[in-house]
Structure formats: C-alpha cells, structure tokens
C-alpha cells in the first residue's frame, strides 16, 4: 500500500466556470476533492489545502512555504510521494523552486489543468490521476520535482508553459519529456544526469528580470540598479549578446557589486561568449556576467533568488549555473 499527500495550493484545476458569465473562479470547495472511485486499492491518499490562490498571486515566499511544508510532512515518513497542484502561469516557476529546495528522493510531483473542472474536456482530474500514478511509482525516485500533464513526465528544470490555452501547452523544448503515463502504466525512457539542490532558510533577495529587444539602452537596468535590487536576470539576444548602449549601465551594476546573470530570450540553445564585438557575449562574460546553461528568464531569477540567500560573489556564483 502507497500513501500519497495530495497539497493542492489553487489554480485552475481547483476552479469552476460559471456556466451564464463564462467567467472561471473558485466556489469555496475543491472539485477533485473525492477521488476513491478512480484510485486502486493499492493507493491511499491524503488531501490538505495549503493555498487557494490562482498561479499569478504564487509568490516566492508561498514557494518557500509550501517547500518547508512538504519536508515536514515527508519527515513524519508516512507517505511514499507527493503531488501539489498548482495553476499553470506560475507552475514551472514553483515547480523548479521545489527542485532546488527540497531534500528528498521521494516522488514529487506538480500539475495542473488547463480548463476548470466542468468545462467540456476538462484535463483536471485526468492529470491528478495521472500524477498520483507517478508519484507512486519506484521508478520515479532520486529525479527530482517532475511535472506531469496530459500525459507526460517532465523535469522541473526543463519543463515551460508554451501555450496559453492549449492542454497540451507544457514542454520541454529541445530535450522533450523524460517519460509517459497510459492507464495502466508509467514509462520512464530518458535519465537525468545530475541535480543540484541548496537547503535554504529564507528567501529575502530581490532580483530583476529584463528582456533584451532592438534598440535597448541602458534606462531599464539604470532604473533595476537604483530600485535597491539584488540582482539581475537578462534575457539576451540570440547566443548572448545586447545592445552596445546597455554596457555601461551594465558596468555600473556589476561595480556596485549586483550579479547578473545572462540567459537568451530564445527558447532553444544556450548562451555562449562567441561574439567580441561590443555588446557581444564574449565582453559580456569578460565584463563579470554571469552565463547560465539552458534556462529560461523565469527560473534563472529563481535560482539566483536562491543562491543570493548563500552568496552574491560572483566566482561562487558562476559554477551555480553552469549546470
């Protein structure tokens, strides 16, 4: 017998839509609350409401809750896993949050649903259904904070929201799903080759995220710099590269001693410090930014929120996000 904790912290699969306005929100009482007729005998499970928020009110200190709530309740060693719903606007942010934070090889599983729980086609329950199945499963152990919806298995790390109405909107482009569920089984068919996790206390940092586009100067980073800021993310153009008129803003950062940290607004690829032009990516890394491997903006802001709470040297820095 598998006992699963069910942590459903709001969103659209704990929402309902008002059949004569069309408008979608909650009604005081989780719809997938009951869920014995669709489990098997060999699972049990446990529900706790810990937020009733929809995804855009997710803020990093519920994150940080809801992952000190999750280690006290698998240090009462009564459950096998964990599944947490969550609203899908801000649930890769959370998702990657828990797998830098928690400290654990047992299952956790985040999803979600892309249309409340009595719209036609409602993916809601299926997904719960789904995620419980993963969350017990042995093979999911020792991977990390997965997210399951419509019938795949992806890493945190990897995992973003591509579509804004689409049920099948979470990918993880360029590396795909590590695994599948059907309805019966759950198949495993990529590894992950490494993890890393930091066991902090607080989240007090402030970080900043901007996007690069045509023609940027220096005013937005001037603006991040002199809002008290602790540090930067930027969303470069192409490999890793920005406007000649944002350097010396970015200088000025960097000498009052805020990391930044450089990732591409492309959704494939990672940056590189190829170009010596001005602006280019190699004066940028030569400059002192920092260059992360593979992540998007959101979750670059995430990790650096995490790894300011430890370090804001930049030689510490560095190899955090070589990975």
Known sequence: MKTILIIHTGGTISMK???????????????????????????????EILFYLPSPHIRPDHMLKLGQFIHEKLAEHQYDGVVVTHGTDTLEETAYFLDLFLQTRKPVIVTGAMRSSNEIGSDGLYNLMSAIKVSSCDEAHGKGVLVVMNDEIHTARNVTKTSTSNVATFQSPQYGPIGITTKKDVFFHHKTTSHDSYPIQHLTKNVALIKAYAGMDG???????????????????????????????????IE?????????????????????????????????????????????????????????????????FSY
């Open 219 to 253: 005013t937005i980073i001037e603006a991040v710099c002199n809002s008290g800021a602790n540090g930067m993310v930027i969303e470069a153009l192409g490999q890793g590269n920005l406007p000649p008129e944002t350097v010396p803003a970015l200088k000025n950062t």
């Open 17 to 47: 839509e008002n059949k004569a306005t069309g408008e979608v929100n909650t009604d005081g009482e989780h719809p997938l609350k009951e869920l014995s007729t669709f489990l098997k005998e060999s699972i049990e499970i446990k529900d």
């Open 256 to 320: 009052q001693g805020i990391p930044v940290v450089l990732v591409s607004r492309c959704y494939q690829g990672v940056v590189q410090d190829t170009y010596s032009y001005e602006g280019g990516g190699r004066k940028l890394r030569e400059m002192g930014i920092i260059f992360a491997n593979g992540l998007t903006g959101p979750k670059a802001r995430i990790k650096l929120m995490v790894a300011l709470e430890m370090t804001n040297n930049p030689i510490e820095l560095n190899p955090m």
